[in-house]
């Protein structure tokens, strides 16, 4: 249990006792990986036929738990076993439901180096990212909390009928849709799991969980903080397998009453229509890609805007939702911050994760390292040129890894497609605009609109935040010019293309999605 705790402050400067406390985590979990980790339905640990070998893409010869290959089957019993613990749980008073999700955050909490430390080596994110996704999961629990709190279980008394001769009272009242799935992306897996799942069961909703593939085994060990935080049999339920059969399967169940599925645009935009195919509309939050602009003008304060940009393109190896994958740069500062750039790009650190100095771990699997080496081959055929990066590590224990440069492209023409599909890799595009005006004309012409930054006057942002077309803007921020959210002080979602809910995770207006409402009239 760490004496402190990790906030906004200690993310960008951090106490010595939190490398100890990692360092330790990370050594204790290197002994004793490869276990057995099963699925949870209905309280009980279950197994499938078929297992599959999680392996850390820091080095594929590590296996770090065998997890199970679920099927139809396993989809099944989850809802049925969501369905049967729903009038238990939604009739549990608010109260008592905050109090059990209080406490799995603070079992959150209290176990941050070792989840922190099997986040490292099943995603590659390195310490301070691992922790972040850690902490941040506790944090968005808490703001679910806190809401309902704060909002007395959303019952509010309503104005009485003016009808003389009739006393009317009437009351509204937001209760659970009933059994809702969270399905996750590798990426976050613990906040973007633990997020929507803790805002669904504040609620009163009883779930299913289906992560990743790439990172089951550390959504496992979140389920376990639910499980042992006393939550009851039934309203957790946890299934592993492939996206394709198990989660597809799930999404094509009439038992589900409500989705959260966080991932990329095309799933998401298949499970949409998929979803559509009952009798009646069933929410469905989707919390989809990005192709995220910064765009930097004449009066920048370019220090910032360097270390913001470089922050925000190579954080998670640039596998963030959030990642700034395009800088758009006014003319006459254009050369300055492109030197700058290339020169903080350059002292980066790649390699193992877990160690203190890395910056930058592999990325998650085989396929997104073969899609790093065809985006530079198709870059390279568009006229693009690579200010620095464009290869693969290789030798000694990148080999054993998928380790990627960090890579910038200038010189590529705006009409390349890859200045508009989402590569989710350590590739950055820069360009180089006029004026104001044509680079807020690019940055708003894509699909998504997630988050955008912009470095300028104090004029100048207001111009921006008016016309830009995201969920998420920053202005100025040298912590990270598109990247860095935070419950309750950036809540997180998108337009567009990026998200369907308009409304933000970890803000004001989240928790209610999660209820539907009910007036109620009684007339005495
Ligand atoms: P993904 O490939 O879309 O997968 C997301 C999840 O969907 C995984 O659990 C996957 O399972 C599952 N899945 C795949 N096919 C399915 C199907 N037919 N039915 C039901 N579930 C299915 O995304 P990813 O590669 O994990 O994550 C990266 C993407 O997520 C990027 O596009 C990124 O921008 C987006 N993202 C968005 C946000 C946000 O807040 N807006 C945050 C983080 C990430 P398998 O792993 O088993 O295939
Ligand atoms: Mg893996």
């Known amino acids: 249990m760490a004496d402190f705790k990790l906030t906004y402050a200690t993310m960008f400067n951090p106490p010595e006792e939190l490398h100890a406390g990692f360092d330790k985590a990370v050594e204790k979990l290197k002994k004793n990986m490869g276990q057995e980790y099963t699925m949870l339905i209905d309280g009980k640990e279950v197994k499938a036929d078929e297992k599959f070998d999680d392996h850390s893409p820091v080095n594929t010869d590590w296996v770090l738990a065998k997890m199970q290959k679920g099927n139809s089957k396993h989809a099944q019993d989850a809802l049925t076993a969501a369905r049967k613990a729903f009038p238990m749980w939604s009739h549990t008073p608010w109260q008592k439901r905050v109090e059990l999700l209080r406490k799995a955050a603070s079992l959150i909490e209290e176990r941050i180096f070792d989840l922190g430390a099997a986040m490292a080596l099943e995603v590659g994110k390195n310490r301070m990212e691992s922790l972040g996704d850690v902490q941040e999961t506790a944090d968005l629990i808490y703001y679910s909390c806190y809401q309902m709190e704060k909002n007395d279980g959303y019952i509010v008394e309503m104005g009485k009928d003016p009808l003389v001769g009739y006393d009317a009272r009437n009351v509204s009242v937001l209760r659970p849709y009933g059994v809702w799935l969270v399905v996750s992306p590798f990426n976050f897996p613990f906040a973007l799991t633990g997020g929507p799942a803790g805002a669904a069961l504040v609620a009163g909703n009883t779930l299913v969980i289906k992560p990743a593939t790439d990172t089951a085994w550390i959504v496992r060990l979140l389920v376990d903080c639910f499980r042992d935080a006393g939550i009851p049999d039934g309203v957790v339920n946890f299934v592993t397998g492939p996206g394709s059969t198990l989660g597809q399967a799930l999404v094509d169940s009439s038992e589900v009453d409500g989705v959260t599925f966080t991932g990329s645009f095309d799933v998401g935009m298949k499970m949409f229509q998929d979803f559509g195919k009952r009798n009646y509309v069933r929410p469905i939050i989707l919390e989809l890609g990005g192709k995220n602009p910064v765009v930097v003008s004449k009066n920048a304060d370019l220090e910032r805007a360097t270390i913001g940009i470089i922050r925000s393109a190579f954080g998670l190896q640039g596998q963030k939702c959030s990642a700034a994958s395009r800088v758009l740069v006014e003319d006459s500062v254009y050369d300055d911050l492109v030197g700058r750039l290339k020169e ?153 293309g990026s998200g369907s809910s308009g409304k933000n995770a970890g803000g004001h207006y989240y928790l209610p999605l999660y209820m539907h409402e009910q007036i109620r009239t009684l007339v005495k």
């Open 344 to 496: 903080t790009a350059s002292k980066l650190v790649i390699g193992d994760p877990t160690d203190r100095n890395t910056y930058n771990g592999p990325v998650v699997n085989k396929s997104s390292y073969n899609d790093f080496k065809d985006f530079c081959e198709e870059i390279n055929q568009g006229g693009g040129k690579f200010l620095v990066g464009g290869n693969v590590k290789t030798g000694g224990m990148f080999d054993k890894g998928y380790y990627c440069e960090s890579t910038f492209v200038v010189d590529l023409p705006f009409s390349h497609r890859l200045w508009k599909h989402e590569m989710f890799l350590p590739i950055t595009t820069i360009g180089r605009v006029k004026n104001m005006d044509e680079a807020m004309s690019i940055a708003n012409d894509v699909n998504y609109g997630l988050t955008a930054g912009f470095y300028g006057s104090p004029e100048e942002t207001e111009w921006f935040f008016d016309k830009i077309e995201a969920g998420v803007t920053y202005a100025n921020r040298p912590q990270g010019a598109t990247t860095g959210a935070w419950p309750g002080f950036q809540p997180f979602g998108g337009w567009k």
